[in-house]
């Protein structure tokens, strides 16, 4: 499975983006999919996920009412819009696959693919 993600860029405080995360997999609908994201200096975080089998999603509490992760089975995508963007939220934005896990939607280590990430940057 390749995981191609686009849509980063630059943007100013209050804007927003509008990432992209195009799967090759033949069973993206039964695919859990997670959005992460690694600041310079600091650990890669989870951001947001969406859960095939239930249909929820779920968030960091710091993007929470801001970011809102949406799928497209028919077109094998996930995307994660962002308004309101604060320069906080300036990082390397990774969309990841997993398959035959349940809960844990943060953890990194439950992810079984990755894609190449797209930087984010937000100006004050």
């Known amino acids: 499975v390749q995981l191609q993600a686009s849509g980063g860029g630059l943007v100013q405080a209050g804007g927003s983006l509008r990432l992209s995360c195009t799967s090759s997999g033949r069973t993206f609908s039964r695919t859990d999919m997670g959005w992460f994201r690694k600041a310079p200096g600091k650990e890669r975080e989870f951001v947001a996920a969406?859960?095939?089998?239930?249909?929820?999603?779920y968030y960091v509490d710091s993007v929470k009412g801001r970011f809102t992760i949406a799928r497209d089975n028919a077109k094998n995508t996930v995307y994660l819009q962002m308004n309101s963007l604060k320069p906080e939220d300036t990082a390397v934005y990774y969309c990841?696959?997993?398959?035959?896990?349940?809960?844990?939607?943060?953890?990194?280590?439950?992810?079984?693919?990755w894609g190449q990430g797209t930087q984010v940057t937000v100006s004050s």
């Open positions: 969406s859960s095939w089998s239930t249909t929820d999603t």
């Open positions: 990841a696959a997993r398959t035959g896990y349940s809960g844990g939607y943060y953890r990194t280590d439950t992810y079984n693919y």
